[in-house]
């Protein structure tokens, strides 16, 4: 099973929380929204913080499928995932994020949009890694997901709105016994997300919030 970067199914860290689709598991097929291009823009950016974002290109779904929006020049890109047609998830990766881990999400929210299965687009992402078509990351890759602007979806389908500002460190076919969690899937620290599979990372809470205007319908902000 491969899953995307947004849609994991978060466990409780040390306690209980809502299971949030931010995979291939949760993720439903059907047409994703578009923002108004300059909101999308900003929500992209508010992943992570300035300091990283200020200088990334930054992605914008058009309604087929994502485009450049703004070029960058140092190495990290942001976008806002779909993994339901109603969720907005931004984030930025790094460099080797944005060459690896990047490309296999973006297809697989193209392939949700056209409306195909999710066998068929595990199928598709896997001969894309058996190929060389994608790739996983050489080095721990970074992804931020820090925006107050998150609109997340449950397993049940349910809005739940957003749940914690974290960061995603990809490490293939990490699991949980590496970090000494043993049959754990999650510790007060870290969770190992799709634990021994190409696409496996830690997810680690952060402090605060980037805070960014309310993206969501009746806001003023041109989502359609």
Not at 6 to 25: C, R
Request: proline content about 7%; glycine content about 10%.
């Amino acid at each position: 099973m491969f899953r995307s970067p947004v849609a994991i199914g978060l466990a409780l860290l040390g306690s209980a929380l809502p299971a949030l689709a931010q995979s291939t598991e949760g993720g439903q097929a059907g047409p994703r929204s578009t923002l108004d291009r300059n909101v999308e823009v900003a929500l992209a950016r508010s992943a992570g913080p300035a300091l990283v974002t200020e200088d990334a290109t930054v992605l914008a779904w058009s309604g087929d499928g994502f485009e450049v929006a703004e070029e960058g020049d140092n190495g990290v890109t942001c976008y806002v995932a779909r993994s339901w047609p109603e969720s907005l998830e931004p984030h930025c990766f790094d460099e080797e994020g944005s060459r690896t881990i990047l490309p296999i999400h973006l297809r697989q929210m193209e392939l949700w949009h056209r409306g195909m299965s999710k066998a068929a687009i595990d199928a598709e992402i896997a001969r894309g890694l058996a190929t060389g078509a994608f790739r996983v990351p050489t080095r721990p890759a970074m992804s931020y997901m820090m925006s107050s602007g998150q609109r997340l979806i449950s397993d049940e389908g349910h809005d739940v709105g957003r749940w914690e500002p974290h960061l995603m460190i990809y490490f293939p076919y990490l699991t949980e016994s590496d970090l000494g969690l043993g049959a754990l899937a999650s510790s007060d620290a870290a969770v190992v997300v799709d634990p021994g599979t190409p696409l496996s990372n830690i997810m680690i809470v952060v402090k605060s919030f980037v805070e960014v205007a309310d993206p969501t319908p009746g806001s003023g902000d041109g989502h359609r």
